[in-house]
C-alpha cells in the first residue's frame, strides 16, 4: 500500500513556541491530505483537509491562524502550531488519498505513524 | 445524534472466541465504509473496506446494510494479537472526500 510519513514522531516544546510538522507521501502524489487529532482515550478528529496549491479548508472550531497549513507539492503538507500552549498537547496524524479516482474508487486514505506533541 | 456511533466497549473474550462488533451511520448518503485497527498511541491502519456486497478476509467477515445504516465486523476465532481499538470509518459524500471516524470499540482477547 501507500506509504505516508510524518516528521517529528514526536515533540517536546515550551508553551508560545511554534511546532512545526511534516506529512509526506512517498511514493505517490496526494492532492488531498488530511490532519487529524486525537486526545487520549477519544477517536481522531479532522482538524483541516489541505489541498495542494490552495488554502486548508478547516472544521468547525478549529483556529485557522492557530494551525497553519501548507500543502506546496503534491507530496508535501505541513502543520504549525503557533504559539503552542499545554492544551495543544495531542497525537496529531496526517492522512492521504491518492489523486486519482480510479484507483482509489473507495476513497481509501493512507495514515501518517503521527506525531506526540507535549507543550510544557 | 452522533454522524458515526459505536459500542466503546471494551469487548473481553477468550481467545478462540467469535466476537461482533457494530457501527451506525447517520448520512444516508455516505459512499464508502472502512474499518480501521488501531493499537495504543499508533497511528490507524486499514484493517477492511466495507464492499456493498460484504466481504470477507481470512478470519474478519465485514457486512454493510444500508437500509438500517449499520456495518459490521465480525472476527473469528479471536487471537491474542487481535486485541485492539477497532475504528469505524464513514466516508461522507463532499467534494474533499473526508472520513468520520466512530469513538472506536476497544477489544481485548484474553489468554
Known amino acids: 500500500g501507500a506509504v505516508v510519513s510524518q516528521h517529528p514522531s514526536w515533540v517536546i516544546c515550551k508553551s508560545g513556541t511554534s511546532v512545526k510538522i511534516e506529512c509526506r507521501s512517498l511514493d505517490f502524489q496526494a492532492t488531498t491530505m488530511f490532519w487529524y487529532r486525537q486526545f487520549p482515550k477519544q477517536s481522531l478528529m479532522l482538524m483541516a483537509t489541505?489541498?495542494?496549491?490552495?488554502?486548508?479548508?478547516?472544521e468547525q472550531g478549529v483556529e485557522k491562524d492557530k494551525f497553519l497549513i501548507n500543502h506546496a507539492s503534491l507530496t508535501l503538507s505541513t502543520l504549525t502550531v503557533t504559539s503552542a500552549h499545554p492544551e495543544d498537547s495531542s497525537f496529531y496524524i496526517c492522512?492521504?488519498?491518492?489523486?486519482?479516482?480510479?484507483?482509489?474508487?473507495?476513497?481509501?486514505?493512507?495514515f501518517g505513524p503521527g506525531t506526540r506533541l507535549t507543550v510544557l | 445524534r452522533k454522524e458515526v456511533e459505536q459500542d466503546p466497549g471494551p469487548f473481553n473474550v477468550p481467545e478462540g472466541a467469535t466476537v461482533a462488533f457494530n457501527c451506525t451511520y447517520s448520512?444516508?448518503?455516505?459512499?464508502?465504509f472502512f474499518w480501521y485497527r488501531q493499537d495504543c498511541r499508533k497511528e490507524p491502519k486499514l484493517l477492511m473496506s466495507v464492499y456493498s456486497s460484504g466481504n470477507e478476509d481470512g478470519r474478519f467477515t465485514a457486512q454493510l446494510n444500508r437500509a438500517s445504516q449499520y456495518i459490521s465486523l465480525l472476527i473469528r476465532d479471536s487471537k491474542l494479537s487481535d486485541s485492539a481499538t477497532y475504528l469505524c470509518v464513514v466516508n461522507i459524500p463532499s467534494g474533499t472526500y473526508k472520513y468520520i471516524f466512530g469513538t472506536g470499540t476497544r477489544l481485548k482477547v484474553l489468554a
Open positions: 489541505s489541498n495542494e496549491g490552495s488554502k486548508a479548508t478547516y
Open positions: 448520512n444516508s448518503a455516505s459512499q464508502s
Open positions: 492522512s492521504a488519498r491518492v489523486s486519482s479516482g480510479d484507483r482509489n474508487p473507495y476513497n481509501e486514505q493512507f
